[in-house]
């Protein structure tokens, strides 16, 4: 008898939870649809996007803020639409990543553009004919209106780079020696109005150029 009772309450708490769900599920339905958008909303580079950093940096060109942040998704923007040419030619889809003071940029490479690097050349055999490569480091100071990129690591198909071709392939990228910089850096010119460059909380700050004192 028990038992029976037992499953006419459940039989009925069902009905209940069902009549429930047909009632409201037009709100079921839309708060659905809410979550699962926002779970699966990924920022993709625009040309607006690039529009509208540009639009920032103009800010700094005349004087009109005194600084500026670009997000991730900005620069990459950017890349794609505003200096298409700034990469090699070879490496494609560029994506940009800001964590912390830590900029870090991947793309797709040939696999026979990678640097013959011990334990990789074991890999390549098994890797389709485009893998990632991934460089990640941090902005240090220079002289007004420039930052060098100091590079921290290289990996190529997730296999670390030895530090020795850091310093080689920045050379391939026109680095020259200079007072102060070390030699796993590059000297990077900002952009018209910018004196220096900093990440912080996923952003790249530029602060503008202090105006000029007027004559006496």
């Not at 696999?111 to 074991?122: F, H, M, S, T, Y």
Request: glycine share 6%.
């Amino acid at each position: 008898m028990i038992g029976c009772l037992r499953r006419v309450i459940v039989v009925l708490v069902l009905l209940v939870v069902l009549a429930g769900a047909w009632i409201f599920r037009d709100r079921i339905r839309t708060a659905w649809n809410d979550w699962r958008g926002t779970e699966e909303e990924v920022a993709v580079p625009t040309a607006e996007l690039a529009a509208g950093a540009e639009r920032k940096l103009e800010l700094l060109r005349d004087g009109s803020a005194p600084s500026i942040s670009l997000s991730a998704i900005e620069l990459e923007s950017m890349l794609h639409f505003s200096y298409p040419g700034a990469l090699p030619e070879f490496l494609a889809a560029p994506q940009v990543e800001l964590v912390g003071d830590q900029l870090r940029l991947r793309a797709r490479v040939p696999i026979d553009k990678l640097p013959r690097v011990d334990g990789l050349a074991d890999a390549a055999a098994f890797l389709p004919d485009t893998t990632e490569l991934a460089v990640a480091g941090k902005l240090l100071p220079l002289d007004s209106g420039r930052v060098a990129f100091g590079v921290d690591n290289v990996s190529a198909a997730r296999v670390p780079l030895p530090d020795r071709f850091i310093a080689g392939a920045l050379t391939r990228m026109g680095r020259s020696d200079e007072p102060g910089l070390p030699r796993d850096a590059i000297a990077v010119r900002l952009p018209a109005g910018a004196a220096t460059a900093y990440i912080r909380r996923d952003s790249l700050v530029l602060l503008a150029r202090p105006a000029s004192a007027p004559a006496n």
